[in-house]
């Protein structure tokens, strides 16, 4: 045993605690750290394959927990602890930190190149370092592996371990890898203490995860409050695996949801109520430097009032001191800047700014103890983003009050018609990754402004348009793309990571890089410039147009992408590096952003890719849905009773997964359906059944008709959990607007979020191009006819054989 007893274990942590970082452990800190000691302990001695998980809310010092676990066991016994992040960002931040404490550290990700990974990866092998951070895609490289062997482990750690899950229905790549490689370790006998920590993570999740990391059914659960201390019966375990669950939210943090007017006059009232919350941070405080945080969901929207810099602007005059603002389209360098002299005013060296206006880029990496007060200018997105912003504030256990400005009706109508803008054409992820597996396998780095161009070209054409002479693609571009990575790593069908570098062009083959131009018989490739071995010369790139041409410091300033690039004649303007040529096009080389893969399925199944997509955005979807209720629920209790009631819907939510909540919710809606109308449940009962319904009319009355599909489609959505947005309903000309409303009316009545089912309507005339309709359609997995015509009856034959959707025809009879 490495130690006699769990006291002691705790006593040599309070001891590294207190010289690394000058405080002492809180009560639930030292449960949790006896639970990860316990194996180490003599009381542990029958655990042989601990797992532990830790559920602790945002802000409550998880990363302390088995950070100093990892400094005592190190200068006890040696070796190393191990931890895995998906988050590059936040590996970035906690080395540094870690690395001011003067506590060896290290970190092992595709932002290390290929000389110093090795080296790092050495010093694993040698225990060289008391944490060593890597992403879950390095344990799938085989040095990586032989080195995490050789070594001395003394902990896995996986961090944000929600991660590993998203929806609770796939898992990462990488991740379902690394859990099956520690599974087979220690079957064989290779012993790996493993402890995951997150913030949220819904019961049936919970389950997955502790059955994918260890394949044991059962496992004990401690519910602990903040006070709860570390106690003996720690020891008493019936299952190797163990779970802490903590409070959902802290307890010095105080929530409301106050009502607001919409457009401009909100910012007036947004006025008022920082400055009340500048005359209570002043009084709580006695003095003490403190922040307070306004969050805000737009950058550039049209209405300049909602967006970050008008607001620091708005806020900076009233209140006659300097607002800083925060959001992710701002550079790295001026990101570090604002957030160093956050950090000062935090410490005290400056008074200003200590207010800050910032999109939800702000937040991660980002620990700043005397956050006073959050509010948001206008509700959020999804409770969980919520959660983690208002989590952000008194994390040094003092004081925190958070508001949410809601206005009734307009915060959902406002977000709901943005999230609805914001989703993808699935056939934009078909594209990125159809171009991104032309690199899989490689080391190569593609700057996102390459995928831009390319999802750009695919969306609208004429590209050349936007790009010559200076002019820059649209937001919407950028976000598409981005959103589309996002989705296919949650699919599990990519896993990337956005790395910063500066490119260059070279005419020197690099092995990781892209290879986009030819100037005479020499290949150019885009690479970074570390990647470079300057044998070659170094060129700048910017794309031009696609007609015309001119001269530019004796190179020919018109060169084509050949077929390993963009599709399509986008051309290049090619000229020496480091010289002035902004003006001249959209610039692909300088300081940019990249992906890198680290993993790509090669291949996609199209019609499941496109039904998960659609199944993403319904629970987009959803999750405003919960959130709009969430703050309607709040605002129309007493303002005394606002904040438990907060708390207990904040926790009922995060406890369960949106899936899960949504057919809890859906189930009463079903009951309350069949009863208004039994006779159209039969119908479609034999629909479902046969895939085909003839309906006797005596004459087509259309608004009964369409009110009839209205009823299947919502009736179908019910019973098989089919997102409205994966269906297709096809209807004759003149009958969508009577359908969309009857569909409207029918989600009214039963209190639901409105998702509509994609509409098609078709001309008796389209009987000459049902072959071109049959393949739109087939995209859909599931399809409703109303076939009240020859052309819909032919359309619905030729679906039914040559396409994998399922077919559901209403053959309309007189």
């Not at 990488?174 to 220690?186: G, M, N, W």
């Amino acid at each position: 045993m490495v130690f006699d007893s769990l006291d002691e274990a705790l006593e040599r942590v309070e001891e590294v605690v207190a010289e690394k970082w000058g405080f002492r452990l809180r009560p639930y800190q030292r449960r949790c750290v006896a639970q990860l000691l316990l194996t180490y302990c003599r009381e542990g001695s029958r655990v042989n394959m601990p797992l532990t998980i830790v559920l602790l809310p945002t802000g409550s010092g998880k990363s302390l927990i088995f950070q100093s676990v990892a400094r005592v066991l190190r200068r006890r016994i040696g070796g190393t602890t191990v931890v895995v992040s998906p988050l590059l960002a936040l590996i970035e931040d906690q080395v540094y930190s870690l690395r001011r404490r003067g506590i060896r550290v290290c970190r092992i990700t595709g932002l290390v190149d290929s000389s110093t990974r090795s080296r790092l990866i050495r010093g694993l092998a040698r225990g060289e370092y008391d944490l060593v951070y890597i992403t879950p895609e390095q344990f799938q490289k085989e040095i990586v592996r032989r080195s995490f062997e050789k070594a001395d482990i003394n902990y896995i750690i996986l961090d944000e371990i929600h991660t590993l899950s998203k929806w609770g229905r796939s898992f990462r790549p990488s991740y379902i890898y690394l859990a099956e490689y520690l599974r087979k370790k220690r079957s064989e006998g290779f012993w790996i203490p493993i402890a995951g920590f997150t913030a949220t993570l819904p019961s049936g999740e919970l389950e997955a995860v502790l059955k994918v990391l260890s394949g044991a059914e059962g496992f004990d659960i401690d519910e602990i409050g903040f006070s709860t201390d570390y106690d003996h019966s720690v020891a008493e375990m019936k299952f190797q695996v163990k779970v802490i669950k903590g409070p959902v939210l802290r307890d010095n943090i105080t929530i409301n949801v106050i009502a607001t007017p919409a457009g401009e006059s909100r910012l007036k009232y947004l006025a008022k109520v920082v400055r009340d919350l500048i005359d209570w941070s002043e009084e709580v405080s006695g003095g003490r430097p403190w922040i307070g945080i306004v969050y805000t969901g737009f950058v550039r929207s049209t209405r300049e009032y909602e967006n970050v810099e008008t607001i620091a602007e708005y806020l900076s005059q009233v209140l006659n001191e300097k607002v800083g603002y925060f959001h992710g389209q701002l550079d790295r360098r001026e990101k570090k800047r604002i957030l160093d002299s956050l950090y000062m005013v935090s410490r005290g060296v400056i008074r200003y700014p200590r207010i800050i206006v910032a999109t939800k880029a702000f937040g991660m990496g980002v620990d700043i103890p005397n956050i006073r007060w959050i509010v948001h200018y206008i509700m959020p997105e999804t409770v969980e983003d919520y959660y983690q912003e208002i989590g952000r504030g008194g994390r040094d256990g003092e004081l925190c009050r958070a508001v949410m400005l809601f206005s009734p009706g307009y915060d959902f109508r406002r977000r709901y018609t943005l999230l609805k803008r914001s989703f993808i054409d699935p056939r934009v992820v078909f594209v990125i990754h159809e171009f991104l597996a032309r690199y899989a396998g490689t080391d190569a780095r593609i700057p996102l402004v390459i995928l831009c161009l390319l999802v750009h070209n695919f969306m609208y054409g004429n590209t050349w348009k936007y790009v010559a002479y200076g002019r820059t693609l649209p937001e919407r571009v950028d976000t598409c793309v981005r959103k589309s990575l996002n989705l296919m790593a949650r699919l599990g069908i990519l896993d990337y990571d956005i790395i910063y570098d500066r490119f260059v062009v070279t005419d020197d083959e690099v092995s990781a890089g892209v290879r986009i131009a030819k100037i005479g018989n020499k290949d150019l490739y885009l690479a970074t410039l570390k990647d470079v071995k300057h044998d070659g010369s170094l060129y700048d790139a910017y794309v031009v147009g696609l007609y015309g041409g001119s001269k530019l410091g004796g190179y020919d300033a018109l060169v084509k992408f050949i077929p390993e690039g963009l599709p399509g004649n986008l051309r290049l303007l090619i000229k020496p590096a480091g010289g002035n040529g902004e003006e001249l096009g959209l610039r692909i080389t300088g300081a940019k952003e990249a992906v890198l893969i680290n993993y790509l399925v090669p291949q996609i199944n199209r019609r499941d890719a496109y039904d998960l997509v659609r199944r993403e955005q319904f629970y987009e979807m959803v999750a405003l849905f919960y959130m709009n209720n969430y703050a309607e629920t709040v605002m129309s209790k007493p303002a005394d009773e606002r904040d438990k009631v907060a708390r207990m819907l904040i926790k009922e939510y995060l406890s369960r997964s949106i899936k899960d909540l949504y057919r809890e919710f859906i189930s009463e809606k079903k009951m309350k359906l069949a009863y208004v109308n039994t006779e159209v449940f039969r119908m479609y009962n034999t629909l479902i059944k046969k895939g085909r319904l003839n309906l006797w009319v005596r004459y087509r009355d259309k608004k009964m008709l369409a009110e009839f599909m209205a009823y299947l489609t919502l009736i179908h959505f019910l019973e098989k959990e089919y997102p409205p947005n994966s269906i297709a309903v096809v209807l004759p000309y003149g009958y969508r607007s009577s359908f969309v409303e009857s569909f409207r009316e029918l989600y009214g009545m039963l209190g639901m979020p409105l998702i509509e089912p994609e509409t098609v309507i078709v001309k008796r005339s389209d009987i000459y191009r049902l072959k071109d309709i049959v393949l739109d359609l087939s995209r859909m997995p599931q399809v409703f006819i109303l076939a009240s015509n020859y052309t819909l009856k032919r359309l619905a034959y030729n679906l039914e054989n040559s396409s994998g959707s399922s077919v559901y025809t209403v053959c309309v009879k007189r």
